[in-house]
């Protein structure tokens, strides 16, 4: 059926409700058949048994030479009952009376009948003229039971129309109005398709929705369409890569998803902004949630954990460019010193100057190299001294501080959440008025490392200690870009391991991680 789609709407529901219809027609009719078979059937047989049993009749069919009283006998009973035929027969069933006249002396059509074995019968019979119809046939008994003939009382089977017409509660006037009311309501349905697809075409609409799913699969971008409930509407393959979600997530609440908070907080709208960071499974996701009014909200997400990576390679770059850079700003301190000390001629101090020096920096490697087994670790601590110690603040181990050997992902991990959590507490303590000290505590008990960072700053305020974690929250202005992660990379490399990080204040901010050593860190 081609055309446009409300007269396609209405050509095929036009075609339902007259197969509808006709079906309803067909079962009244059924029924009209069934209920005059039954009636009429008990009726006919009525009527051939009582002319059976009349003597008049009996006595005729006995006696071949006076069978003139059978067609009296034969009208009364069809007068009285109404019956369409009322037939009389010998008792080879060659017909003696009968309405038609050029049936007489033919065989009586009996069909199935069993009237000839001595028993009643009734059925549907076909007649000589096509026609079929419900017939009642008797046998007439004479004397020393014998058959002397057949009584058949009989009702034309009306056809199709006619049984309409003869079903209970006028069925003609009840289909006719049941037709008018299903080609309204028809009419109406389509013009209300029509104006719920914007007048689309069902080409039109298929050409839509093709486009839509190019779209939602073809870019890069990641796109989540959710509804007033919160229930995922759509999602592409981008989306479902970049926060690990199920094949089966269509149709079920954000809630229900195994996210985490931070992911929930910005699908759900609890957190708004733009350009918002979810860490997810080892990527960093940037989302935007757009409200739509009466729909729900859609969010688009990008991936941005090579960039991140770049961002954290080149902040490696520029903190050992800001450990070079500080130790020959403090080695220029030095030499200026010691040029000062020959130029004044005071050697003496100046042999102790250099004595000191040298001391004081042989002994902070050898105690690092002493206690921390680790190169790369070790390396980190010697760095950050030299940073700490351009910024004024004094950087040192703890006395029972002690890290083993541990292979090249352990390390890298240690060495990562070392340095995020020296770095913030150099930037909580500088500037600070009291005197500046971060004091470093990494302990390797079995097969877990404990890092403990202590710092003489302000603390953290007790509102924000978990959400400087879950958030990758900062508390510094943003300057250069993003700020924040740190933390919150630190708590994603914990959890992955299968550890923890926490932080409490205690004359400033005390923050532990733990680190399981042999656990399978997954990619």
Do not use: Y
Not at 414 to 434: I, S
């Amino acid at each position: 059926m081609r055309g446009p789609l409300s007269r396609q709407l209405l050509g095929w529901q036009l075609a339902i409700i007259l197969v509808l219809l006709a079906s309803i027609a067909v079962f009244s009719v059924s029924q009209s058949n069934s209920s005059f078979q039954a009636t009429e059937g008990r009726r006919m047989l009525s009527v051939a048994e009582d002319l059976a049993a009349t003597e008049g009749v009996r006595s005729n069919l006995q006696d071949p030479f006076d069978r003139d009283g059978l067609p009296i006998f034969a009208e009364s009973a069809r007068s009285l009952s109404g019956a369409d035929e009322v037939i009389i027969t010998d008792a080879r069933g060659v017909v003696l009376t009968s309405p038609d006249p050029g049936q007489r002396g033919q065989l009586l059509p009996l069909g199935a009948s069993t009237v000839l074995d001595g028993r009643a019968w009734v059925g549907q019979v076909r007649g000589a003229d096509g026609k079929e119809s419900l017939v009642a046939h008797v046998p007439v008994i004479g004397a020393g039971a014998r058959i002397v003939g057949v009584a058949a009382a009989g009702r034309e089977t009306p056809d199709f129309f006619a049984g309409v017409r003869r079903a209970p509660g006028n069925p003609l006037m009840l289909l006719s109005f049941a037709t008018f009311l299903a080609v309204a309501g028809s009419v109406l349905l389509a013009r209300r398709v029509k104006h719920q697809t914007l007048g689309l075409e069902p080409q039109e609409i298929t050409r839509l929705v093709e486009h839509r799913e190019a779209m939602l699969h073809g870019i890069r971008e990641g796109v989540l369409g959710v509804d007033q409930q919160n229930r995922i509407t759509l999602v592409n393959d981008q989306a479902r890569e970049l926060l690990s979600l199920p094949a089966d997530c269509v149709g079920r609440d954000i809630d229900e998803l195994d996210l985490n908070d931070r992911a929930r907080d910005v699908l759900t709208g609890r957190t708004g902004g733009v350009d918002q960071i979810v860490l997810r499974r080892g990527r960093v996701v940037v989302l935007n949630r757009m409200p739509i009014s009466t729909v729900g909200a859609v969010v688009t997400m990008r991936d941005r954990t090579e960039l991140v990576d770049l961002q954290q390679e080149l902040a490696a770059h520029r903190a050992t460019t800001d450990t070079l850079r500080a130790q020959a700003h403090e080695f220029s301190n030095r030499l200026h010193t010691i040029s000062g000390l020959i130029e004044l001629g005071e050697f003496d101090e100046l042999a102790r100057f250099v004595d000191r020096v040298s001391h004081t920096r042989g002994q902070w490697q050898s105690e690092v190299a002493a206690r921390i087994a680790d190169p790369a670790t070790a390396a980190l601590l010697v760095a950050k001294a030299s940073l700490a110690a351009e910024r004024g603040v004094g950087l040192r181990l703890s006395d029972g501080s002690a890290l083993g050997e541990v292979d090249e992902q352990s390390s890298a991990d240690v060495t990562t959440v070392l340095g995020n959590l020296v770095d913030n507490a150099l930037d909580a303590v500088e500037g600070a008025a009291a005197s500046n000290l971060i004091e470093v505590d990494i302990r390797h008990a079995g097969d877990v490392v404990t890092l403990v960072v202590r710092d003489s700053g302000p603390g953290v305020a007790p509102e924000i200690v978990e959400e400087v974690f879950r958030h990758g929250f900062s508390t510094k202005a943003a300057r250069d870009g993003e700020r924040g992660l740190g933390l919150a990379l630190t708590r994603q490399i914990c959890h992955r391991r299968g550890g923890s990080v926490q932080v409490r204040n205690e004359r400033g901010a005390v923050f532990t991680a733990r680190l399981p050593m042999n656990t399978e860190v997954p990619a």
